[in-house]
């Protein structure tokens, strides 16, 4: 598709409860990336992928967080036993890379998890 | 020391007037960067982005970039109303991919 696609756009859950997220790139896009926004704009990079490999993981808290990137499939984001901290809205943008130049990335309009 | 920093205002323009929005970045490896408006509960959209020194015009907006100064700043001539909204400065560091933010700066226009 033209733009990135997220679902849901809320996601409610207890706390301890799991929670799942996904992420449709733009066609042709070989990068995805997921971002958490948290209160007062604060963005934070949790993971990204090249098609279905990890390319950088540095932001995943990773006794809780998990993601994935299978052909033909929607990207995921698992979060096992939520807390209370991990309310926020989960971005995922897309962009395309080539020869080590940076393109732009487009964000999908974002699932806003509250965990209660 | 915040890898990009922006102010976080509120700035406050009055409809016509150029808005002047400014980040400085601390990574010298940095090698693009990125503006993004964001409007209240919706998903950050790109404005304009700029790779090389100088400055990048597209309709109202301006990018400039001064790597010497480790400074990216977006002018936006003719402010409507329509433009208030945070404005979010963005670096990619070379190999890494990922953005890095600064905090936003929220801009408001006066009618």
């Known amino acids: 598709g033209e733009e990135v696609a997220q679902t849901p756009k809320h996601l409610v859950r207890g706390e301890g409860q799991k929670a799942k997220l996904y992420c449709a790139p733009i066609?042709?896009?070989?990068?995805v990336f997921w971002y958490q926004q948290v209160l007062k704009n604060e963005f934070k990079f949790l993971i990204s992928?090249?098609?279905?490999?990890?390319?950088?993981e540095t932001g995943m808290p990773k006794e809780r967080f998990s993601a994935k990137c299978l052909p033909n499939s929607p990207c995921s984001l698992e979060i096992q036993a939520t807390k209370l901290e991990d309310s926020a809205v989960y971005f995922c943008a897309s962009s395309q890379v080539m020869a080590g130049m940076t393109y732009e990335q487009y964000f999908g309009p974002g699932t806003r998890l509250t965990v209660t | 020391q915040k890898e990009v920093e922006q102010n976080s205002g509120p700035l406050s323009v009055p409809e016509g007037a150029i808005a002047s929005l400014n980040c400085t970045y601390s990574?010298?490896?940095?090698?693009?960067f990125f503006w993004y408006r964001q409007y209240s509960g919706k998903s950050p959209e790109l404005i304009m982005f700029?790779?090389?020194?100088g400055d990048k015009e597209d309709g109202r907006f301006t990018a400039q970039l001064n790597k010497a100064s480790q400074y990216v700043s977006l002018l936006i001539r003719d402010s409507q109303p329509s433009d208030s909204a945070t404005y979010l400065c963005a670096a990619v560091i070379q190999g890494a991919q990922k953005l890095v933010f600064g905090q936003g700066t929220r801009l408001t226009i006066n009618p």
């Open positions: 700029i790779y090389s020194n």
């Open positions: 990574d010298r490896g940095s090698q693009s």
């Open positions: 992928f090249q098609n279905e490999n990890v390319f950088d």
């Open positions: 066609k042709g896009h070989s990068y």
